[in-house]
């Protein structure tokens, strides 16, 4: 089959010898460019020469499999090429036409072969993840659903009461949000991936918003808070958030004593949620809200999903999240640039500002 092949950094006597192989050889072409050229696309391979030093394999960047030529191949040259992403190390100077087709062939068939097994792998990836996806989903969907029909039937029946009729129907509104909170949340989650998720950016006093989500989850927090905090975000989205970081933190740790902070300062304001626990360390909470790796579009089980979907809103809002602190007391720490706002003149309005003043 044909090959093209890339030739970088050849002397005049290489790239001579070489072409004179090329003619030797069926379907082969060199594109001959110092390694500072742009490369060109669709080439099979590369030959790089060496003997102007290692560095340049080093420095040298290739979509395809790289084949290094030199005058001195010795065991140590080849073994540091072989790291630094060679396939093969030639001696060109001993080198015949067969051996160079053949060790260039099956380079560029091991390069095909890696890309075959890689996307084979992502693709069964994929498929097992949208399997459980749906699987999951069919669980998640399955109550509200049977819950809306039974609803249904139920009011259906002439001889159900007012009373009968309205609890029917809060079943009903209450499985229809349900099944929304879970579509929404995938449509959130595919945003924040291509990067669109929309979040207000309005200030807002931050105290308002963590102690609506603190009463949302009815769990026993302690409570320190700067009430003039303010930054500027999504007051919906940011509850959200901190329902998922609060409910999470508790889950794991049932038996910790937890505290929230809000600090505020000039540059920065600062949420600290600390627990108190013997058996809660860094690593535990890490573990649980921060764990390693990009979230998934297609993250099957509803609470991975709601914790992506937090991190992307503190993303969003030009938050950063991390743990700290020994044993017994843990923090999970969530900084937020501080809202700047504007003072009113005394005796009315400040006139507003224009570009540029």
């Known amino acids: 089959s044909p090959l093209r092949?890339?030739?970088?950094?050849?002397?005049?006597?290489?790239?001579?010898?070489?072409?004179?192989?090329?003619?030797?050889?069926?379907?082969?072409?060199?594109?001959?460019?110092?390694?500072?050229?742009?490369?060109?696309?669709?080439?099979?391979a590369c030959l790089l020469g060496l003997d102007a030093g290692l560095a340049v394999l080093e420095a040298f960047v290739f979509d395809g499999p790289v084949v290094a030529l030199s005058s001195?191949?010795?065991?140590?040259?080849?073994?540091?090429?072989?790291?630094?992403?060679?396939?093969?190390?030639?001696?060109w100077r001993t080198l015949d036409p067969a051996s160079l087709d053949r060790s260039v062939r099956f380079a560029v068939a091991q390069h095909r072969l890696s890309l075959a097994q890689r996307a084979s792998a992502e693709a069964a990836a994929a498929v097992r993840m949208t399997t459980e996806l749906v699987t999951t989903l069919s669980d998640e969907l399955r109550a509200p659903l049977g819950a809306m029909r039974a609803s249904v039937g139920a009011l259906a029946d002439t001889s159900l009461s007012n009373e009968e009729r309205e609890c029917a129907r809060a079943l009903v509104a209450r499985s229809v949000g349900v099944v929304e909170r879970t579509v929404e949340d995938l449509l959130d989650l595919a945003r924040a991936r291509r990067g669109e998720l929309v979040v207000a950016r309005v200030p807002l006093r931050?105290?308002?918003?963590?102690?609506?989500?603190?009463?949302?989850?009815?769990?026993?927090?302690?409570?320190?808070?700067?009430?003039?905090?303010?930054?500027?975000?999504?007051?919906?989205?940011?509850?959200?958030?901190?329902?998922?970081?609060?409910?999470?933190?508790?889950?794991?740790?049932?038996?910790?004593?937890?505290?929230?902070?809000?600090?505020?300062?000039?540059?920065?304001?600062?949420?600290?949620?600390?627990?108190?626990?013997?058996?809660?360390?860094?690593?535990?909470?890490?573990?649980?809200?921060?764990?390693?790796?990009?979230a998934s579009t297609l993250t099957t089980r509803a609470g991975e999903r709601e914790l992506a979907l937090a991190r992307a809103?503190?993303?969003?809002?030009?938050?950063?999240?991390?743990?700290?602190?020994?044993p017994p007391e843990i923090a999970l720490r969530v900084t937020f640039p501080a809202c700047v706002t504007e003072t009113s003149a005394p005796g009315g309005n400040a006139p507003a500002r224009q570009p540029g003043e």
């Open 313 to 326: 809103i503190a993303a969003a809002h030009g938050a950063q999240l991390f743990v700290d602190g020994v």
């Open 5 to 44: 092949v890339l030739v970088v950094e050849p002397d005049d006597e290489l790239f001579e010898r070489l072409r004179g192989h090329a003619r030797r050889l069926d379907g082969w072409t060199l594109v001959r460019v110092p390694v500072c050229v742009e490369r060109e696309h669709e080439l099979d």
């Open 72 to 91: 001195a191949p010795g065991r140590a040259l080849v073994g540091e090429a072989i790291t630094a992403g060679a396939h093969d190390v030639l001696d």
């Open 206 to 294: 931050l105290a308002d918003v963590l102690r609506r989500a603190v009463e949302s989850i009815g769990v026993d927090v302690a409570w320190s808070a700067a009430d003039a905090a303010s930054v500027e975000g999504d007051a919906h989205r940011l509850e959200q958030m901190f329902d998922v970081l609060l409910e999470c933190l508790v889950r794991w740790a049932p038996d910790a004593r937890w505290e929230l902070r809000l600090v505020g300062g000039p540059s920065e304001v600062e949420v600290m949620l600390v627990g108190r626990s013997t058996v809660l360390t860094a690593d535990l909470v890490r573990a649980a809200v921060l764990p390693e790796g990009p």
